[in-house]
Antibody, heavy 117, light 108 residues
Framework: EVQLLESGGNLVQPGGSLRLSCAASGFTFSNSDMSWVRQAPGKGLEWVSGISGSGDSTYYADSVKGRFTISRDNSKNTLYLQLNSLRVEDTAVYYC??????????WGQGTLVIVSS | EIVLTQSPATLSLSPGEKATLSCRAS??????LAWFQQKPGQAPRLLIY???NRVTGIPARFSGSGSGTDFTLTISSLEPEDFAVYYC??????????FGQGTRLEIK
């Protein structure tokens, strides 16, 4: 059974940083592209970032480019998202998702990031 | 960036009725369109991929159709557990992936 478990969400001040993690199991992690998708309170879904199975290729939405960094450790079956220079508008539930050529077939339960002073 | 527009924003129907949800793309996405269901407090769940392929375990009352710029998700006879928010998403221009703004299906 595929399982994705996010962690690391917290309350942080504007300008601050956080690192989110996503622990994966039940599939061959190193063969799978992965993504982060976020959802602001009461709003829709926004794709944030993606990474290839090897980690060699990374992709970002314009809204986070230069501030967020996606990475992975295939030896630990874990996906990461480093969030820097956080803004109030980054407040959201952040989901990790298994990504097959842009298709999000499995999702974690999400981790909440609140950016507020 | 490809923009997806869903309609209606809210759909009010009764159990047993048929639901028809629409998703229109700003340019052709061929058949690379998916549909998700999201219930309060839960992660989205993939229902349909590549326009018309139902995910294993999704009831047959859910069906998808369309190609190019116009797509439809149909729920043939609504069950109480079907009332939720539905999103479409395209992967033709991956990356990025883009989502529609959602259709809320509520009980009338």
């Amino acid at each position: 059974e595929v399982q994705l478990l996010e962690s690391g969400g917290n309350l942080v001040q504007p300008g601050g940083s956080l690192r989110l993690s996503c622990a994966a199991s039940g599939f061959t992690f190193s063969n799978s592209d992965m993504s982060w998708v976020r959802q602001a309170p009461g709003k829709g879904l926004e794709w944030v970032s993606g990474i290839s199975g090897s980690g060699d290729s990374t992709y970002y939405a314009d809204s986070v480019k230069g501030r967020f960094t996606i990475s992975r450790d295939n030896s630990k079956n874990t996906l990461y998202l480093q969030l820097n220079s956080l803004r109030v508008e980054d407040t959201a539930v952040y989901y990790c998702a298994n990504t097959a050529a842009g298709a999000f077939d499995y999702w974690g339960q999400g981790t909440l990031v609140i950016v507020s002073s | 960036e490809i923009v997806l527009t869903q309609s209606p924003a809210t759909l009010s129907l009764s159990p047993g009725e048929k639901a028809t949800l629409s998703c229109r793309a700003s340019q052709s996405v061929h058949s690379y369109l998916a549909w998700f269901q999201q219930k309060p407090g839960q992660a989205p769940r993939l229902l349909i991929y590549d326009s018309s392929n139902r995910v294993t375990g999704i009831p047959a009352r859910f069906s998808g159709s369309g190609s190019g710029t116009d797509f439809t998700l149909t729920i043939s006879s609504l069950e109480p557990e079907d009332f939720a928010v539905y999103y479409c998403q395209q992967r033709y221009s991956w990356p990025p992936a883009t989502f529609g703004q959602g259709t809320r299906l509520e009980i009338k």
